[in-house]
């Protein structure tokens, strides 16, 4: 017979494991460490002196000369890569975006500068034509303002050669053009660039979460009431992203992202679990200034929720975050080991 009472004691105490620091420490399942970072930087040639981004707290446009000693705090904590974005003077910018292949331009002369100062440090370089564009799309527009897909991946294609040239690692297409990273492979391969990698800004979607990067790069005011609805993933959507991940994949990505990132962490799981690719998630600038905003006024605990954050991406199967806070976090972990 079977006693109908509840057992005396609960047969499971699962706060036996987290009593005590040792024991919560010796059962933690996933961990944080500065190798998971990639860090989002602004680059610019107008002035020397570093740029406060207003939008996104302690963020900077940095000159050539001002990003060398943050390349070098990223080198001394242990952080892997770094992502280069640019601010173009605005009289550089044309309807085509052109100068995003020009070999003197301000990406490759930062690439050449860093490559040269720090040979371990990783470089990423965005590959898309918004911060270029007059109209601030990622891509070449018809009359009726629509991105058009074949004529964008041309200039793409030339735009990803010149950073590789340039020395650039990691070459990362953000723009969401349908075929862009079999075509960006090919004239990669083309010229023995066969170990540039392609970082696949693969579910991506059309976000808010990323006005403050507009405003950083510029490309707010260029871009006025337009959207990128026509070729970004609509939030409302799950199966589009594993499509558009499975396209990439194919077509030759060495490694995939999913943007925004909290809001987004239940695509990252199931990203992660359906393709088992070197997967990372980008915790975009909305979300990076909510934290710093609400901190401001007193509301949270900026650094314990930045950590929490981030190890919720590592838990959600990330293998890396591009964050604005990895310098931040990664002062942080060093200070606790
Ligand atoms: C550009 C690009 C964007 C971001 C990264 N690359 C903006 C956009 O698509 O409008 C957003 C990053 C952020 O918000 O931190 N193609």
Redesign the pocket.
């Known amino acids: 017979m079977y006693s109908l009472l509840p057992p005396k004691y609960p047969t499971q105490r699962l706060r036996r494991n987290r009593r005590d620091d040792f024991s919560r420490r010796l059962v933690q399942e996933n961990h944080l460490s500065p190798s998971d970072f990639i860090y ?1 930087v602004f680059v610019q040639d107008e002035q020397k002196e570093p740029v406060a981004v207003a939008s996104l707290p302690g963020v900077f446009r940095h000159s050539i000369e001002s990003l060398l000693p943050v390349a070098e705090e990223c080198v001394k904590l242990g952080i892997p890569v770094i992502a280069l ?1 640019p601010a173009v003077d605005s009289n550089l910018k044309t309807p085509d975006g052109i100068e995003a292949c020009n070999p003197d331009g301000l990406i490759p002369r930062v690439v050449e500068r860093l490559k040269k100062e720090f040979p371990a440090l990783g470089i990423m370089c ?1 590959v ?1 034509l ?2 270029y564009t007059s109209h601030g799309q ?1 891509g070449i527009i018809d009359e009726n303002g629509y991105v058009l897909n074949d004529e964008t991946i041309e200039v793409l294609r030339k735009q990803a050669l010149t950073q590789a040239q340039a020395g650039a690692d990691y070459v990362a297409p ?2 969401m053009m349908d075929g862009r990273i079999g075509r960006v492979r090919e004239i990669l391969d083309d010229h023995d660039l066969i170990y540039t990698k392609i970082m696949a ?1 693969s579910a ?1 979607y059309a ?1 808010s ?6 405003d ?2 510029g ?1 707010t005011s260029n ?1 006025g009431k337009s959207n ?1 609805f026509t070729y ?1 993933i609509d939030p409302a959507n799950r199966l589009e992203a594993f499509h558009e991940v499975a396209a990439d994949i194919q077509e030759g990505a060495d490694l995939v992202m999913v ?2 990132g909290l809001p987004y962490l239940d695509i990252l799981r199931e990203v992660k679990d359906m393709f088992a690719k070197p997967t990372f998630a ?7 200034c909510m934290l710093k905003a609400a901190a401001a006024n007193g509301w949270i605990n900026h650094n314990a929720v930045m950590m929490e954050s981030l190890l919720c991406f590592k838990r959600a199967g990330a293998d890396g975050i ?1 964050t ?1 806070s990895a310098i931040e976090a990664a002062k942080l972990l060093k200070v606790m080991l």
């Open positions: 989002p974005f965005d898309a918004d911060p990622d953000s723009d800004y991506k976000s979460f990323y006005g403050p990067f507009r950083a790069v490309s871009l990128k970004q943007k925004p980008y915790q975009v600038s909305g979300e990076y591009l604005y």
